[in-house]
């Protein structure tokens, strides 16, 4: 499974949901590529999105994230990589994931 800058629009509220139906999807010890932008902790609609309508965006610290995914997933890699994009610093998290179905 691969998900690009999707997850991120998400409310956190309903990540572990999602990522549970990510789960049952993927086969046992299949992979999963996450990567979405974060770095900060912010949950909502930026004001100085350009997009119309503008896009509610779910970022992350490194470490909530980790513990978020880790509670369905396997972590077998995660990435965190500093970006500046219009002026504002994020980072650009990238993590592949694990089915570990028989661990659960």
Same mark, same amino acid.
């Given at each position: 499974?691969?998900?690009?800058?999707?997850?991120?629009?998400?409310?956190?509220?309903?990540? =572990?949901?999602?990522?549970?139906?990510?789960?049952?999807?993927?086969? =046992?010890?299949?992979? *999963?590529?996450?990567?979405?932008?974060?770095?900060?902790? *912010?949950?909502?609609?930026?004001?100085?999105?350009?997009?119309?309508?503008?896009?509610? *965006?779910?970022?992350?610290?490194?470490? =909530?994230?980790?513990?978020?995914?880790?509670?369905?997933?396997?972590?077998?890699?995660?990435?965190?990589?500093?970006?500046?994009?219009?002026?504002?610093?994020?980072?650009?998290?990238?993590? *592949?994931?694990?089915?570990?179905?028989?661990?659960?």
């Amino acid at each position: 499974v691969y998900a690009m800058n999707s997850l991120l629009h998400q409310p956190k509220s309903e990540l =572990p949901s999602v990522l549970q139906g990510i789960r049952r999807v993927l086969a =046992p010890d299949g992979l *999963f590529y996450m990567g979405v932008w974060g770095g900060w902790a *912010f949950e909502g609609i930026l004001a100085d999105d350009s997009y119309r309508p503008q896009r509610f *965006f779910s970022f992350y610290e490194d470490k =909530p994230l980790q513990v978020a995914v880790s509670t369905v997933f396997e972590i077998v890699t995660f990435r965190s990589i500093p970006v500046t994009h219009r002026g504002k610093q994020y980072e650009y998290q990238s993590m *592949f994931l694990r089915n570990a179905a028989n661990e659960r």
